[in-house]
């Protein structure tokens, strides 16, 4: 999350997908914690969400963030999984903590404007034996 380029999710595992467009925008961080924006679309593309939120570093594990609203409960734990040589472009085992179901969401900043993550995050992610939900568009940028 130190990055100040966008980091969109390409795709996902999760079985009850509502969104498209998904993206975290940074806006501070610190040693212990980061501040961010989450938005997405609905699926229709009609309605825009936006949620302010905190994920926690834990201390001796730097692949784990708790995620929740901020100054509130963790909702979720994201674990980076796998990461291209570059950083950019990951696969994030995502687990909501009060169902303990979890999915896998692969995220990419585009900073080459392919509006794809590198080769090496799409091959680790297809070999998750679950069917994954393409919900990233070039479009998703302009439409923001």
Same mark, same amino acid.
């Given at each position: ?7 969109? =999710?390409?795709? =996902? *595992?999760?079985?009850? $997908?509502?969104? $498209? !467009?998904? $993206?975290?925008?940074? #806006?501070?961080?610190? #040693? ?6 989450? *938005? ?8 825009? *969400? ?11 594990? =730097?692949?784990?963030?708790? $995620? +929740? &609203? ?9 674990? %980076?999984?796998?990461?291209? &040589?570059?950083?950019? !472009?990951?696969?994030? #085992? ?5 169902? /303990?179901?979890?999915?896998? &969401? %692969? /995220?990419?900043?585009?900073?080459? +404007? =392919?509006?794809?993550?590198?080769? *090496? ?6 070999? @998750? ?8 568009? %070039?479009? !998703?940028?302009?439409? @923001?």
């Amino acid at each position: 999350m130190n990055t100040p380029l966008p980091i969109w =999710t390409y795709n =996902t *595992t999760d079985e009850h $997908v509502y969104y $498209v !467009c998904k $993206v975290d925008q940074r #806006e501070s961080i610190t #040693e212990t914690s980061v501040y961010f924006n989450r *938005t997405y679309q609905d699926t229709a593309r009609t309605k825009v *969400t936006t949620e302010r939120l905190e994920g926690t570093f834990v201390t001796g594990n =730097t692949s784990l963030m708790y $995620v +929740g &609203d901020r100054g509130l409960v963790w909702e979720y734990a994201e674990t %980076l999984e796998f990461a291209s &040589d570059d950083y950019m !472009c990951g696969v994030f #085992e995502v687990r909501d903590i009060p169902s /303990r179901v979890n999915w896998f &969401d %692969l /995220r990419f900043q585009d900073n080459r +404007g =392919t509006g794809k993550p590198h080769n *090496t995050c799409m091959e680790y992610f297809n070999k @998750k034996q679950r069917p994954g939900h393409l919900i990233y568009w %070039l479009d !998703c940028e302009t439409r @923001k």
